[in-house]
């Protein structure tokens, strides 16, 4: 059995108001260094194999909050990255709620791809596959993976035997933690959300 404990980066200056997809230079906000270190307090009694992160920025930070004291490095996994937004990057959310496709992403997201960027089948497929690879990697062990909502959701819905189209279903907190176990026999959520509020806007 591995158990995975997904956590989301805290917030950025970005958060709620532009999609910054993987730019860099967007760190966390003192409110997102703060949240990383509460997602760090709420996992600091669970003894983590490893410690992964997606090679952007804020989620970097996060990881480097829930490493701090443990003595143990943090491993960058490029599957674990956020959705490639191609044309959509750095944009505000105000001017792509004008955009037709918007709505789609919202209504029927398996039937979009970002333009110049990737299909949420792809992030699915990606994310899904370093997964795997982790549980390959750590068969009986506790591994943490900092990563991006998108990406979390996508896993969720793969793991949980949900259509893709559901992914909006979910609203993952920033820092929030989403524990899942898999084993061969099958996969269980074990907590969604934990150690954050779960109505702050995404």
């Not at 992964?52 to 003595?71: F, H, K, L, M, N």
């Not at 026999?185 to 954050?196: K, Q, R, Y």
Request: proline share 5%.
């Amino acid at each position: 059995m591995t158990v995975f404990y997904l956590v989301r980066h805290g917030v950025t200056s970005h958060t709620g108001h532009r999609l910054s997809g993987r730019m860099a230079g967007v760190p966390l906000t003192d409110e997102g260094r703060g949240q990383a270190q509460r997602a760090a307090g709420y996992l600091t009694e669970v003894p983590f194999d490893a410690i992964y992160s997606s090679p952007v920025d804020r989620c970097r930070e996060t990881a480097q909050e829930i490493a701090r004291g443990r003595g143990m490095r943090v491993k960058i996994r490029p599957g674990l990255v956020e959705t490639e937004y191609g044309r959509w990057t750095n944009r505000s959310f105000k001017s792509l709620q004008k955009v037709r496709s918007w709505g789609i992403v919202h209504r029927w997201p398996s039937a979009v791809r970002f333009p110049e960027g990737e299909s949420l089948l792809e992030v699915q497929v990606r994310a899904v596959e370093e997964i795997e690879t982790l549980r390959r990697e750590h068969p009986k062990g506790r591994v943490c993976c900092v990563s991006h909502s998108d990406a979390i959701k996508l896993i969720l819905t793969n793991y949980l035997g949900l259509h893709i189209d559901m992914v909006q279903r979910f609203n993952l907190a920033p820092a929030s933690v989403t524990i899942l176990s898999v084993t061969d026999a099958g996969p269980v959520l074990l907590a969604l959300n934990a150690g954050a509020d779960p109505v702050r806007p995404a």
